[in-house]
Structures are given as C-alpha cells and as structure tokens.
C-alpha cells in the first residue's frame, strides 16, 4: 500500500500542470478548437482522443476521423449558422463539441446538450439520413433546458389524443423511428410519440426542416400537429421575437 | 633552511581555473537568486499616458505592472475594480492562482490576505460588496497583458477576484468581464511564483500596493 502511495504521490509531483481553456470552461477533457470565428460566436471544438463524462462516466464519446469531420463541419456549420448570435445568447448555447459515436450509458445518441456549460455534444456519425434535421432537434433541447417553465408537458399533452399515453422516457421505448410519417396524425415521427418533450424536439425541428408549404400542407391536415406547430411558434417568440421559422 | 618550490606552470593553471571556478559559482548563485535581475522595473511617474486617469500600477516583488482600464468596455466591472483599487483592498493579498506563462489571478480578499491566509479556501473568498454582473456583450480581445474579472462557473457572479493572461486566449471573449490591459510590465508578471504541479500556490507572492495612478 505504501509502495502505491509513493508511486501516485511522485506521479503527481513529476506531472506538469497542464493548463487547457477548454476543459477550465467547459469541463469536457480531450478537445481542441476546429473553429472559433463565426459570424454567430458559436465556437467549434473535436475531440482529439476518446472523453468520458458524467459522474459514472457514463457519457462517452470518441475522436472522430479528421476527412468526416471536414465534410461533416460543413453541414453542422451551414445548420447552426441559422441560429443569430441574440438566439443563441437567449438559449445560452456557446459550444459545439464534435465527436463520434456518442452514448449514454451505452445507447447511441446524436447529441448531448449541457445548458449549464454552454454546450452541445454532436455525434458526427450520427444516422446520415436524419442528420440535419437532428441538429435542429438538439437545439431545441437546449432552448428547453432554457426554458424549462414555458414548455408545460401537461398543455402539450392535452394536444393528444386522450387515449394516447408517451412512454416513461426516452430511451425506455421501442418507439425510436425518425423517418417521416406520410400520414402524420397527430405526430411527425415514431419517436415523437416516446415522450412530450422529444414530442416538442421534433415538431420544432421538422418546422426548421420542413420548407413552409409542407408545413402549411401539415397544418392544414393535421389538427393536432397544427396545435403543436403554434404552440412551438408561440413559446419560441416569447424568447427571441425575432426569430423566424 | 627550508627551501621554497616553485609553483609549476600546470599547477598554476589549475589554481586560476579554480579561482575561475569558485566566482563564477558565486556570481552564478547571486544572480540565479535574484529572479528580478533582468526585469524592467517601470516607473510611471516618467511616462505619459493618454488617460492618466484610468491607469492604475500593481506593485509585485520584481517591480511595476502599469494596467490601463477600459471603463467603455466593462463600466461596472471597472468601478468596481477602482473601488477596491481606491480603498487599497488588494494590498497584501496573494497571488493565489498561477499558470506559467497562462494566467496569474489574485483578489481574494477574504482568504487570500498575507495575514489571514487560509489555504483551504484561498480562491472562494468575497469582498463584502456583493457580486457584479458580468459584462460580456462588448467586443473585446482577450491577447497577451489582458485583464479580467474572475466568477463562478455563473455568469453575474463578479466580485474582487481578478486574472492577468500571460497568453492570448480567445475563448475568454465572451466569459469573462474585460477591465483592463497590462501596458508596462508584463515580465514583472511571469516571475510571480508558480508550481510545477497544481494551479494553486503553497506560500505565493503577494501584491505589495495596487494603486490608481495620482
């Protein structure tokens, strides 16, 4: 036992303190800038090896491959450059993380946001086909976080039908699917129906998604999702007035 | 009769190689323990400056550190920080926080005191004059001589505690609330005493007199 002790007490004292801004602002270990200079202050960091979080370090994620990471950046910058500089402030996102194969307790996830660190954690291998679109729906889970008060999940159910009942959480559901519905009723995708505020996620993201005739299309078909689309409008300006869908 | 030897010519070599030695051990020593030999001392009473007003001289133990304020940048965070400057709060007061060659930060009025150093909780303490908010919507470059205001992990949580970056560092655009930009003096900073080892210094400098300039 001394031996150890000894070992860990000289390890400490021949390491070099090593300071790193990013870690100091946003306590994720192992990342590096990709780019800070954007039009809307949103600053991009990778993970330049593996990192795990969270008190059981249950949130892991790894270094991804620099030639998707390029191609990737361009897409998740094209996406996230939507958002104004006064949005982002008001939703208090600052940080995009990007890395690879993102889990939580071992379920892939396509993003993690932190609204006390500022941050948001994007898969960048995430579902090709849903990807953009997923963006916009981590993005609400910020705005949520946010704004916890103003998006009441007993108004937004009272949107269902009245048999309708969403699972306990999100991961605790079979109900994973994000294509699409051709026939909405009441819900865009399969994972809509898993919990309200994953409900939420995917109307606003379908709004940023969806170009207005489609959605004018939806809101003239669907009752339910019309409720759900103005309801979404509504709180979003209740944060930034200026803010267009 | 005893008869007196000559030194030969090798012998004397290595005595004047000894002597060589034996002094320049000595001036080696002097010189290695005085660690403020090279540095510039500034004086500000022979410089002009285009806002006296707004310049205040931090006395640490190799010398001057001249800081220009920007009170259009950060107005509260400023006065704030001339309030304590005025009132002569942060004499005495640890250098608690030290990277080498990043950051050195220093204020903690409550813990940080060379009287009532508590290292415990050096780094937690308070001035008594409640927190500011944080002033970051201005644009402001955080390179080499910046200062700011140090908090919590939350924004509006200014107080005393302030930070001089030894490097540029553009993340802390937007963080932290800008006061001010070291103009003389910088050198003086990087031989604040750091630890190979841990950010938080055992037995630190400490600030001799902060004072806005007469």
């Known amino acids: ?245 | 009769m005893i008869k007196r030897i000559k030194a030969s010519t090798s012998e004397k070599i290595i005595l004047i190689f000894l002597i060589l030695l034996l002094v320049s051990t000595l001036g080696t020593y002097f010189v290695i323990k005085n660690e403020c030999l090279f540095i510039k001392n500034f004086d500000p009473k022979i410089i002009n400056f285009k806002n006296p007003n707004n310049i205040a001289i931090l006395n640490a133990p190799c010398g001057n550190v001249i800081i220009e304020l920007y009170p259009e940048v950060s107005p509260n965070g400023v006065k704030r920080f001339i309030t304590l400057i005025e009132t002569n709060a942060y004499d005495d007061v640890a250098f608690h926080r030290v990277i080498k060659d990043k950051l050195v930060q220093a204020g903690d009025l409550e813990f940080g005191r060379k009287e009532t150093l508590d290292y415990g909780k050096i780094g937690t303490g308070k001035s008594g004059l409640g927190n500011i908010k944080s002033e970051i919507e201005n644009e402001f470059n955080y390179v080499k001589g910046s200062v700011g205001l140090a908090r919590t992990f939350k924004n509006d949580t200014e107080d005393s505690q302030f930070f001089i970056i030894l490097q540029d560092e553009p993340l802390f655009e937007g963080e932290y609330t800008p006061v001010g930009k070291v103009i003389y003096g910088l050198e003086v900073l990087k031989k604040i005493k750091h630890q190979r080892h841990s950010e938080y210094i055992l037995r630190p400098d400490f600030i001799n007199t902060f004072r806005m300039l007469d």
């Open chain 1, 1 to 245: 036992m001394k031996f150890f002790r000894v070992i860990l007490l000289l390890t400490i004292l021949i390491t070099p303190l090593k300071a790193n801004t990013i870690y100091n602002l946003i306590k994720i270990p192992n990342l590096e800038i990709y780019e800070i200079n954007t039009k809307n202050k949103l600053k991009y960091f990778y993970a330049i090896s593996s990192f795990r979080l969270g008190v059981q370090k249950n949130i892991a994620c790894l270094n991804p491959d620099k030639q998707d990471l390029e191609k990737k950046f361009k897409t998740i910058y094209k996406i996230l450059s939507r958002y104004s500089y006064g949005y982002l402030k008001k939703i208090n996102l600052k940080y995009i993380v990007l890395c690879e194969n993102l889990s939580i307790s071992g379920i892939n996830t396509a993003g993690i946001p932190d609204n006390i660190m500022k941050t948001l954690i994007l898969d960048i291998k995430f579902n090709k086909d849903y990807f953009e679109r997923v963006i916009h729906h981590e993005v609400f889970h910020v705005v949520n976080d946010q704004y916890k008060e103003l998006f009441n999940e007993d108004e937004w159910i009272e949107f269902n039908d009245s048999k309708f009942e969403y699972a306990e959480c999100s991961t605790c559901t079979e109900k994973l699917g994000l294509e699409t519905y051709r026939k909405t009723k009441g819900f865009f995708t399969e994972y809509a129906k898993s919990t309200a505020s994953e409900d939420m996620a995917e109307v606003y993201s379908h709004m940023l998604f969806l170009d207005k005739n489609e959605i004018g299309q939806i809101r003239k078909l669907d009752p339910i999702l019309n409720n759900k689309i103005s309801y979404i409008e509504d709180k979003i300006k209740i944060i930034d007035n200026s803010f267009t869908f």
